[in-house]
């Protein structure tokens, strides 16, 4: 996986897709109401409709890596 594989869609005012590296600098700055943990664990309700695989070229995602990736 790399910063350019997309891990799901924002469910926010409007439907975007998010990649592991816009998600990062999304926490970095502090634009996102939760943490990379909470994102990450599919237990916490966020704004993050989770994938399983990229849309876009069929890598399955592996949250732990992508939890990893984005501390």
């Not at 816009?22 to 966020?46: G, N, S």
Request: aromatic share 14%; hydrophobic share 40%; glycine share 6%.
């Amino acid at each position: 996986m790399t910063s350019g594989t997309v891990i799901g869609i924002f469910n926010d005012d409007t439907l975007e897709f998010v990649t592991i590296g816009a998600l990062k600098r999304k926490i970095k700055h502090h634009e996102v109401p939760f943490k990379a943990k909470e994102y990450c664990d599919f237990l916490y309700q966020t704004n993050l409709i989770h994938f399983n695989y990229d849309p876009f070229n069929g890598e399955k995602i592996d949250w732990n890596i992508v939890l990893k990736a984005l501390k």
